[in-house]
């Protein structure tokens, strides 16, 4: 099938209240037996999956409840561009849409595809209303008009576009075998007792990010997890206020302070540190930073494991001053880190992979929609 010069001569336009039902289902988490919670922090932007969730028990309030093809949408901060599938019975965050295929008008396959098309996120961020965390209104959504083909052309669309994302996951399973190879080599360098240790609150220094004033478009890009990870912005500051701010470089050594992922070790970025996140700078000439984000890295698992508060979990500072670290020579740790580059080279080369089919495939859904 030809997308260059798609006729779209024979499509029609639906209200979105048509093209999808709303489903309104609320509960208790206190109260179900269900084992799955959804929320924000849950969906990665501009992925249709959902690749880790929480548990009922961690939540309160009333939650919506969610079915297996259900499709899940954050209406708060739209711009973050979060819609995936719902593979297991559970609930989720009341701060997102549940939708539901209407299957007369769309391809139930073709639907995620359509909810992450340039054309229907940047309506989704047009209609949203409030400052700091503008908010979609079911009010506005359910009446805004769009364009489908077809329901057989819908079929044959869906069919490549989820042929794109089966190439996306295997290269998805690619790299996740590459970092357990690189967890396992950390656990063979590192589990070894018999060198001398040092507690890391005598080698490096924790600064916490500040919470400043955001902007969604102009000024020093304000450095989430989100970013760190996966390089996307969608937060600024403006400059004026950068001297209350943290500012980081490329490759600082960063660690995610607060959140249901706390404790996870992060590359830095040029620009402002965010407040759920902490730098750790190096104060001992005799440590390089390489080598202690590696070993942080392996005690990843425990620093997460140990964190402490109910609502938000935060890494515990006590416990992570008192980890004791290897005293190795510098060239010991030289040698540790080359070898670990290579490792990260390979993880690295499947990224850009990655993010060069994942290009592709947006540039698809927008041929399209």
């Not at 959504?141 to 669309?157: D, G, I, N, S, Y």
């Not at 969608?234 to 660690?255: A, G, T």
């Amino acid at each position: 099938m030809k997308l260059n010069n798609l006729d779209k001569t024979n499509w029609e336009s639906f209200p979105f209240e048509k093209i999808a039902k709303r489903i309104s289902e609320t509960i208790d988490p206190n109260k179900t037996d269900l084992e799955v919670y959804i929320g924000l922090e849950h969906l990665d932007p501009n992925d249709i999956h959902i690749r880790r969730h929480g548990s009922p028990s961690d939540v309160k309030g009333g939650k919506l409840k969610c079915y297996p093809g259900d499709l899940i949408f954050g209406k708060r901060r739209a711009y973050q561009r979060k819609a995936a599938i719902v593979t297991q019975e559970g609930i989720c965050s009341a701060h997102a849409f549940v939708f539901r295929a209407n299957e007369d008008i769309i391809d139930s396959r073709l639907f995620p595809f359509f909810m992450h098309s340039d054309q229907f996120m940047h309506r989704m961020v047009d209609i949203s209303v409030g400052g700091l965390s503008p908010t979609i209104n079911w009010a506005d959504l359910k009446h805004q008009e769009f364009l489908l083909p077809p329901k057989e052309q819908q079929a044959e669309l869906a069919d490549l576009l989820w042929a794109m994302n089966e190439v996306i996951e295997k290269d998805l399973e690619v790299l996740e075998n590459l970092r357990k190879n690189h967890l396992s080599f950390q656990k063979f360098l590192f589990k070894d007792h018999s060198f001398e240790t040092i507690q890391l609150k005598r080698i490096i220094k924790i600064t916490k990010g500040k919470n400043p004033i955001l902007n969604e478009s102009t000024g020093t890009v304000y450095c989430t997890a989100e970013y760190l990870r996966i390089g996307q912005a969608s937060q600024y500051i403006n400059d004026v206020n950068l001297s209350k701010c943290i500012l980081i470089e490329d490759e600082d050594l960063i660690i995610l302070w607060d959140g249901s992922n706390a404790g996870e070790i992060l590359k830095g970025k040029k620009g402002v540190l965010a407040s759920t996140m902490c730098k750790i700078s190096i104060l001992d000439d005799n440590f390089l930073k390489d080598y202690i984000a590696q070993f942080l890295d392996f005690k990843s698992f425990d620093i997460r494991r140990a964190t402490v508060g109910s609502a938000i979990p935060h890494v515990d500072p006590g416990m992570i001053e008192n980890i004791r670290i290897p005293i190795l020579s510098i060239g010991k740790q030289k040698a540790i880190i080359n070898d670990f580059k290579k490792i990260e080279a390979s993880i690295e080369l499947i990224k850009s992979k990655l993010h060069s089919s994942k290009a592709l495939q947006k540039s698809l859904i927008n041929q399209i929609f």
